[in-house]
C-alpha cells in the first residue's frame, strides 16, 4: 500500500526483523509509522489553516525588505487577458498590500548623466513574437505592473486611486501593440504608480517604493510619467524622485536637466480637452482669420514682476492688439471655464473659450516650466508665441515647431509687438493650420501622449522603423502650406542630388560655361536660372548649352537678390548650390566633393569662398574681413550647398527689416543667409571646402575693381553685419580654425586610388 507517497511494504520488511522491545511490542511497525504520519499531518493542516486566518486578520504586516513579489511575474495561466487587464486597472481595489519602512536607505539617485546608450539596455528589445507589424515596422514590448497598495507603518495608503488621466494613459499602452504582459519578453517597463502630479506624493516613500519592484534593478529601461513636479512656490525642472537610470517622459524640461536621447517632453494635458473632444467647441470658427485680437496673454499673474510691468506698458501702448488677463476676478467658474478679467478696459472674458479670438497667444515662463495653455492655444487655433529660453517644447526631438509657433527671447519681450508684426499674413494662416494638426496628433488625449512617447524611442530603438521627418509634421493635404519641406535638424533622410540655382542678369557667356561645368558633377540633378533681369529676356530655348538635365528658367517681376533665396516649388532636391553666374573656375570633382560633405552635415552651409567677422576695439564694431586667416565665420552663398529649408526661412521667417535692406542696397544677402541658419537653427558655423580661395573671374567685368570701391565695398559689408546683429540682438556667427579636404588629397598615391583629383589649391 502507499500512504503520504511512503512504501508501506517497504518499512514492513525493515520491521519484522526489528520489533519494538516495548509495550508497543506487539504493533507491527508499518502500522505504527502510517498512524504517527497520520497525527503529523493532521496537526500539519490544522497550523496551516490557523496561521492563514491570523495573516488574512492582519494582511497588512508584510516588510517590504522581505517581500517576494510573485504577483508580478506575469499573467496567470488560468486567468483571461481582460482579466489580466483589469489587475492592472484595478483602481482603488488592490489585492496586495505592502509596508514601506520610512527608515530604509533611499535608493540611487537620478543619473544626470544618462543618455540612450549608456543606461539604456537596447538587448532587451530583441525581436520577439509580437514585435513585427503588419508593415514590417519592428515595435518595443512594454510591461505595466500588476496594481499593488502600499501603506505607511501606520497602515494608511500612500497611494491615492489613479486619476483618470492616467488610467487613461494605462488603457492606452495595454491596447496598443506595443503591449505584452510578459516581464520577461520586454523592452520598457511601466510602474502602475500615478506620478503625473508629484506635488501629491512624498517623494522619499514613491523612490522606495520604485526601487522595489522585481524589475527595477537601477531603474534601467523604466519609464516615469509626469507632467507637474517640484515643490512649490519655487518648482525646479527636473523630478525630486530618486530614479536611478529610469528615463523621464515629463512635462516642463529645461536645456540643462533634458537628457537628450533618453527623456522625452511631453505636454502638460489640458482638462479642457475633454470639453472639445464633447464638441463644445466649434472647430471651423478655431481656423477662422478674423480675431478680434492680435495677441492674448492668459499667465499675467505666474509671471515675473518685471515681466508683468513690460506687459502693462506694452498694452498700454497697443491697446487696440494687445489684451492682457488676469485671474483676480475668478470668483465664478462655469463647467471647468474660467472667468478671468482684464482691468484696463473693465472687461470679463471666459478662458479657455477667448482664446479661440486671438491670432496669437502668449506661452511666458511661470512657476512651471509646462503649462497646460500650450496645449490650449494649440486647441483654439492660437498660435503660441514662446518666451522661455530653455524650455524643451514638448516633443521637440520629432516635431518642427517653427511651423507651428513663434519663439522670441526672454530679454527681447519688449519688442513683442515689432516682432509678430513683421509676419506675413500667409505665414500666420499656415501656422494656424499646424496647431490643430499639432494638437490633434499629439496633445488632444493621454492616449496620444502616450502612444507619441513610446513611438519616440521605438524609433531610437528601431531606427530602421523611423519615418520620414515630414510624417511628424504633415497636416491635413488639403491644409499644408505650398511648400512641404522640413527642417534639417529633424531630418535623417536627404533626396538624391542637387539642384544648381544660378542667379545671373546679362552675363550670358560666363553663365553657360558656369551650366556646362555644373552639369559634369554627377549628383547634379537640376539647374535653374533665375533671370532677374527685366530689361531683357532671356534667350530662346535653342541658344541655352545642351545638357542632359534639365534646365529651367525663371523670370522674375522685380531685380532683387532676394530672387536667389525664394522657395521655388520646381526645387525638388533637398539640396541647393546656390552659384554666381561668374563661378566658371570650380572643377566637377569640387563640387561632387562639397555636395557630399553636405549630405554628412545638411543643416550646414557647406561651400567655398569664407570670411570672417572680427570685433574692432578701436571702432567698437564688428567688422568684415575677406582677407586670408586662419579661421572662418562665413561661407559665401556665391558657391555653397545648403537645405531648400533655409529658403521658407528666408522669405517667411527672417525679419523683414533685413531682407529689405538687402534688397534696396544690392548686397549682403550671403552674410544675411549666414546670420540666419546660425542664429535660427544650428548654432554652428558654416563649413568651408577645399582650400581654393581665388574666385574672380578673368574675363568678366567689373574685374579690375578701385581701391577705392574694394574699401567702399568692405565698409558697407561691415554696416552688414552690425545692422544684422542689432536685429538679431546678438552675434549669432561662430568663428572655427578648420576645412574639410578629401581624404588621400596631397597623399602621394596614383589618382586612381583618389575619389576626388581635380581640387585646385587656390
Same mark, same amino acid.
Given at each position: 500500500?502507499?500512504?503520504?507517497?511512503?512504501?508501506?511494504?517497504?518499512?514492513?520488511?525493515?520491521?519484522?526483523?526489528?520489533?519494538?522491545?516495548?509495550?508497543?511490542?506487539?504493533?507491527?511497525?508499518?502500522?505504527?509509522?502510517?498512524?504517527?504520519?497520520?497525527?503529523?499531518?493532521?496537526?500539519?493542516?490544522?497550523?496551516?489553516?490557523?496561521?492563514?486566518?491570523?495573516?488574512?486578520?492582519?494582511?497588512?504586516?508584510?516588510?517590504?525588505?522581505?517581500?517576494?513579489?510573485?504577483?508580478?511575474?506575469?499573467?496567470?495561466?488560468?486567468?483571461?487577458?481582460?482579466?489580466?487587464?483589469?489587475?492592472?486597472?484595478?483602481?482603488?481595489?488592490?489585492?496586495?498590500?505592502?509596508?514601506?519602512?520610512?527608515?530604509?536607505?533611499?535608493?540611487?539617485?537620478?543619473?544626470?548623466?544618462?543618455?540612450?546608450?549608456?543606461?539604456?539596455?537596447?538587448?532587451?528589445?530583441?525581436?520577439?513574437?509580437?514585435?513585427?507589424?503588419?508593415?514590417?515596422?519592428?515595435?518595443?514590448?512594454?510591461?505595466?505592473?500588476?496594481?499593488?497598495?502600499?501603506?505607511?507603518?501606520?497602515?494608511?495608503?500612500?497611494?491615492?486611486?489613479?486619476?483618470?488621466?492616467?488610467?487613461?494613459?494605462?488603457?492606452?499602452?495595454?491596447?496598443?501593440?506595443?503591449?505584452?504582459?510578459?516581464?520577461?519578453?520586454?523592452?520598457?517597463?511601466?510602474?502602475?504608480?500615478?506620478?503625473?502630479?508629484?506635488?501629491?506624493?512624498?517623494?522619499?516613500?514613491?523612490?522606495?517604493?520604485?526601487?522595489?519592484?522585481?524589475?527595477?534593478?537601477?531603474?534601467?529601461?523604466?519609464?516615469?510619467?509626469?507632467?507637474?513636479?517640484?515643490?512649490?512656490?519655487?518648482?525646479?525642472?527636473?523630478?525630486?524622485?530618486?530614479?536611478?537610470?529610469?528615463?523621464?517622459?515629463?512635462?516642463?524640461?529645461?536645456?540643462?536637466?533634458?537628457?537628450?536621447?533618453?527623456?522625452?517632453?511631453?505636454?502638460?494635458?489640458?482638462?479642457?480637452?475633454?470639453?472639445?473632444?464633447?464638441?463644445?467647441?466649434?472647430?471651423?470658427?478655431?481656423?477662422?482669420?478674423?480675431?478680434?485680437?492680435?495677441?492674448?496673454?492668459?499667465?499675467?499673474?505666474?509671471?515675473?514682476?518685471?515681466?508683468?510691468?513690460?506687459?502693462?506698458?506694452?498694452?498700454?501702448?497697443?491697446?487696440?492688439?494687445?489684451?492682457?488677463?488676469?485671474?483676480?476676478?475668478?470668483?465664478?467658474?462655469?463647467?471647468?471655464?474660467?472667468?478671468?478679467?482684464?482691468?484696463?478696459?473693465?472687461?470679463?472674458?471666459?478662458?479657455?473659450?477667448?482664446?479661440?479670438?486671438?491670432?496669437?497667444?502668449?506661452?511666458?515662463?511661470?512657476?512651471?516650466?509646462?503649462?497646460?495653455?500650450?496645449?490650449?492655444?494649440?486647441?483654439?487655433?492660437?498660435?503660441?508665441?514662446?518666451?522661455?529660453?530653455?524650455?524643451?517644447?514638448?516633443?521637440?526631438?520629432?516635431?518642427?515647431?517653427?511651423?507651428?509657433?513663434?519663439?522670441?527671447?526672454?530679454?527681447?519681450?519688449?519688442?513683442?509687438?515689432?516682432?509678430?508684426?513683421?509676419?506675413?499674413?500667409?505665414?500666420?494662416?499656415?501656422?494656424?493650420?499646424?496647431?490643430?494638426?499639432?494638437?490633434?496628433?499629439?496633445?488632444?488625449?493621454?492616449?496620444?501622449?502616450?502612444?507619441?512617447?513610446?513611438?519616440?524611442?521605438?524609433?531610437?530603438?528601431?531606427?530602421?522603423?523611423?519615418?520620414?521627418?515630414?510624417?511628424?509634421?504633415?497636416?491635413?493635404?488639403?491644409?499644408?502650406?505650398?511648400?512641404?519641406?522640413?527642417?534639417?535638424?529633424?531630418?535623417?533622410?536627404?533626396?538624391?542630388?542637387?539642384?544648381?540655382?544660378?542667379?545671373?542678369?546679362?552675363?550670358?557667356?560666363?553663365?553657360?560655361?558656369?551650366?556646362?561645368?555644373?552639369?559634369?558633377?554627377?549628383?547634379?540633378?537640376?539647374?535653374?536660372?533665375?533671370?532677374?533681369?527685366?530689361?531683357?529676356?532671356?534667350? !530662346?530655348?535653342?541658344? &541655352?548649352? #545642351?545638357? $542632359?538635365?534639365?534646365?529651367?528658367? %525663371?523670370?522674375?517681376?522685380?531685380?532683387?537678390? @532676394? =530672387?536667389?533665396?525664394?522657395?521655388?516649388?520646381?526645387?525638388?532636391?533637398?539640396?541647393?548650390?546656390?552659384?554666381?553666374?561668374?563661378?566658371?573656375?570650380?572643377?566637377?570633382?569640387?563640387?561632387?566633393?562639397?555636395?557630399?560633405?553636405?549630405?554628412?552635415?545638411?543643416?550646414?552651409?557647406?561651400?567655398?569662398?569664407?570670411?570672417?567677422?572680427?570685433?574692432?576695439?578701436?571702432?567698437?564694431?564688428?567688422?568684415?574681413?575677406?582677407?586670408?586667416?586662419?579661421?572662418?565665420?562665413?561661407?559665401?552663398?556665391?558657391?555653397?550647398?545648403?537645405?531648400?529649408?533655409?529658403?521658407?526661412?528666408?522669405?517667411?521667417?527672417?525679419?523683414? !527689416?533685413?531682407?529689405? &535692406?538687402? #534688397?534696396? $542696397?544690392?548686397?549682403?544677402?550671403? %552674410?544675411?543667409?549666414?546670420?540666419?541658419?546660425? @542664429? =535660427?537653427?544650428?548654432?554652428?558655423?558654416?563649413?568651408?571646402?577645399?582650400?581654393?580661395?581665388?574666385?574672380?573671374?578673368?574675363?568678366?567685368?567689373?574685374?579690375?575693381?578701385?581701391?577705392?570701391?574694394?574699401?567702399?565695398?568692405?565698409?558697407?559689408?561691415?554696416?552688414?553685419?552690425?545692422?544684422?546683429?542689432?536685429?538679431?540682438?546678438?552675434?549669432?556667427?561662430?568663428?572655427?580654425?578648420?576645412?574639410?579636404?578629401?581624404?588621400?588629397?596631397?597623399?602621394?598615391?596614383?589618382?586612381?586610388?583618389?575619389?576626388?583629383?581635380?581640387?585646385?589649391?587656390?
Amino acid at each position: 500500500m502507499v500512504w503520504l507517497g511512503w512504501d508501506a511494504k517497504r518499512y514492513t520488511r525493515i520491521g519484522s526483523n526489528h520489533r519494538l522491545k516495548s509495550v508497543f511490542n506487539w504493533i507491527p511497525i508499518h502500522i505504527l509509522i502510517n498512524t504517527l504520519f497520520c497525527i503529523v499531518f493532521i496537526g500539519v493542516i490544522g497550523s496551516a489553516l490557523y496561521i492563514i486566518s491570523f495573516w488574512w486578520q492582519s494582511l497588512s504586516s508584510i516588510s517590504l525588505t522581505n517581500l517576494s513579489f510573485t504577483g508580478f511575474s506575469g499573467q496567470s495561466s488560468h486567468e483571461s487577458l481582460e482579466e489580466w487587464r483589469a489587475n492592472v486597472l484595478n483602481n482603488g481595489h488592490k489585492s496586495v498590500r505592502v509596508m514601506i519602512d520610512d527608515n530604509q536607505v533611499s535608493p540611487q539617485a537620478t543619473n544626470s548623466l544618462c543618455n540612450h546608450f549608456k543606461c539604456f539596455d537596447v538587448y532587451r528589445c530583441g525581436n520577439y513574437d509580437n514585435t513585427i507589424t503588419l508593415t514590417n515596422e519592428e515595435l518595443i514590448n512594454v510591461y505595466i505592473y500588476p496594481s499593488i497598495d502600499f501603506i505607511d507603518s501606520n497602515r494608511k495608503s500612500i497611494l491615492s486611486p489613479i486619476s483618470r488621466q492616467y488610467r487613461e494613459l494605462l488603457e492606452a499602452i495595454i491596447t496598443s501593440p506595443y503591449y505584452t504582459d510578459k516581464p520577461e519578453k520586454a523592452c520598457l517597463f511601466v510602474p502602475n504608480i500615478d506620478l503625473l502630479n508629484q506635488l501629491t506624493v512624498n517623494s522619499h516613500q514613491i523612490s522606495l517604493l520604485l526601487s522595489s519592484l522585481p524589475h527595477w534593478g537601477r531603474g534601467a529601461n523604466h519609464i516615469i510619467f509626469s507632467m507637474i513636479w517640484g515643490s512649490l512656490p519655487a518648482s525646479d525642472s527636473t523630478t525630486d524622485l530618486n530614479i536611478g537610470d529610469a528615463l523621464i517622459a515629463g512635462a516642463g524640461f529645461d536645456s540643462w536637466t533634458y537628457r537628450p536621447t533618453f527623456d522625452v517632453s511631453i505636454p502638460v494635458f489640458s482638462l479642457f480637452s475633454y470639453e472639445f473632444q464633447n464638441n463644445k467647441y466649434n472647430e471651423n470658427a478655431i481656423q477662422t482669420k478674423d480675431r478680434k485680437w492680435f495677441v492674448i496673454c492668459t499667465q499675467f499673474d505666474s509671471v515675473s514682476v518685471g515681466d508683468q510691468q513690460i506687459l502693462t506698458a506694452l498694452e498700454s501702448q497697443h491697446s487696440d492688439q494687445l489684451i492682457v488677463l488676469r485671474s483676480e476676478c475668478n470668483q465664478s467658474k462655469h463647467n471647468n471655464e474660467t472667468q478671468m478679467c482684464n482691468h484696463y478696459r473693465n472687461i470679463k472674458l471666459i478662458y479657455p473659450k477667448v482664446l479661440t479670438e486671438s491670432t496669437f497667444c502668449l506661452i511666458l515662463r511661470t512657476v512651471f516650466l509646462g503649462h497646460p495653455v500650450l496645449s490650449d492655444a494649440l486647441m483654439s487655433g492660437c498660435i503660441p508665441v514662446i518666451i522661455s529660453d530653455d524650455y524643451v517644447l514638448p516633443f521637440e526631438e520629432k516635431i518642427d515647431w517653427t511651423r507651428a509657433s513663434v519663439r522670441i527671447r526672454s530679454h527681447s519681450l519688449s519688442d513683442l509687438m515689432a516682432i509678430l508684426t513683421l509676419i506675413p499674413d500667409k505665414k500666420m494662416d499656415e501656422m494656424r493650420v499646424q496647431t490643430t494638426f499639432l494638437w490633434k496628433t499629439y496633445f488632444s488625449s493621454m492616449k496620444a501622449i502616450a502612444l507619441t512617447t513610446l513611438k519616440i524611442i521605438n524609433e531610437r530603438i528601431f531606427p530602421n522603423s523611423a519615418v520620414p521627418a515630414d510624417h511628424w509634421n504633415q497636416a491635413n493635404p488639403s491644409l499644408t502650406t505650398d511648400y512641404a519641406i522640413i527642417s534639417p535638424k529633424f531630418s535623417s533622410r536627404q533626396s538624391i542630388g542637387f539642384t544648381a540655382v544660378i542667379l545671373t542678369y546679362d552675363r550670358l557667356e560666363s553663365l553657360y560655361e558656369v551650366i556646362r561645368s555644373v552639369v559634369k558633377a554627377k549628383s547634379c540633378v537640376k539647374v535653374v536660372v533665375v533671370w532677374n533681369n527685366q530689361l531683357k529676356s532671356p534667350p !530662346q530655348l535653342n541658344k &541655352w548649352p #545642351d545638357i $542632359h538635365i534639365p534646365l529651367q528658367i %525663371i523670370t522674375t517681376s522685380e531685380n532683387k537678390l @532676394s =530672387n536667389r533665396f525664394y522657395p521655388y516649388e520646381c526645387i525638388e532636391t533637398d539640396a541647393i548650390l546656390a552659384i554666381d553666374d561668374d563661378i566658371v573656375m570650380l572643377t566637377p570633382d569640387e563640387l561632387e566633393f562639397g555636395y557630399q560633405v553636405w549630405r554628412e552635415f545638411p543643416d550646414r552651409i557647406v561651400g567655398f569662398p569664407s570670411r570672417v567677422h572680427r570685433w574692432d576695439n578701436r571702432t567698437a564694431k564688428w567688422k568684415y574681413e575677406s582677407e586670408w586667416t586662419n579661421d572662418v565665420s562665413m561661407v559665401l552663398t556665391g558657391a555653397a550647398f545648403y537645405h531648400k529649408y533655409y529658403n521658407h526661412l528666408y522669405t517667411n521667417v527672417m525679419p523683414a !527689416q533685413i531682407k529689405s &535692406w538687402v #534688397d534696396k $542696397h544690392m548686397n549682403c544677402e550671403d %552674410i544675411a543667409m549666414n546670420f540666419l541658419v546660425v @542664429s =535660427n537653427v544650428t548654432a554652428k558655423s558654416p563649413i568651408k571646402v577645399t582650400p581654393r580661395k581665388k574666385f574672380k573671374c578673368p574675363e568678366c567685368t567689373n574685374n579690375d575693381m578701385l581701391s577705392a570701391d574694394v574699401i567702399q565695398h568692405l565698409n558697407q559689408r561691415s554696416d552688414c553685419i552690425n545692422l544684422f546683429a542689432a536685429i538679431y540682438k546678438s552675434m549669432p556667427l561662430k568663428a572655427v580654425e578648420f576645412r574639410a579636404d578629401p581624404v588621400l588629397y596631397k597623399d602621394n598615391l596614383p589618382e586612381k586610388l583618389k575619389a576626388f583629383n581635380l581640387i585646385g589649391s587656390l
